[in-house]
């Protein structure tokens, strides 16, 4: 059983910064790709940015390329987004997704919430002006 805890959300200021961290457990994740997605009230959890767990490679959404960062720390089994320069657009709920197998080039498919068996109760985060 895969078991995905996401934390670090909150309030944060226009154009600042925040990390946020998703813990996994449950299973060895060489062969993993981890994403994030963000869901607002009322809207579809739209992609935010994947990762291959064994070599770090990425992908990102449009709207974030240069402000965002994801990455990983296999010997913690811990996801992490750096967000900066923060827009109000950023505010929602970000979610950790996991699936095993799901290639981040040659298609879209891991920007699909579809392709994850596994996410997390997700964590707020709240843009002020």
């Known amino acids: 059983q895969v078991t995905l805890v996401e934390s670090g959300g909150g309030l944060v200021q226009l154009g600042g910064s925040r990390r946020l961290s998703c813990t996994a457990s449950?299973?060895?994740?060489?062969?993993?790709?981890m994403a994030w997605f963000r869901q607002d009230y009322g809207q579809e959890r739209r992609f935010v940015a994947a990762i291959l767990w064994n070599d770090g490679s990425s992908i990102y959404a449009d709207s974030v390329i240069g402000r965002f960062t994801i990455s990983r720390d296999s010997a913690k089994n811990t996801l992490f987004l750096q967000m900066d320069n923060i827009k109000t657009e950023d505010t929602g709920v970000y979610y950790c997704h996991a699936g095993s197998d799901i290639p981040i080039s040659g298609s879209d498919i891991a920007r699909n919430r579809g392709a994850y068996a596994y996410w997390g109760q997700g964590t707020q985060v709240t843009v002020s002006s």
């Open positions: 449950g299973r060895n994740f060489f062969r993993y790709t």
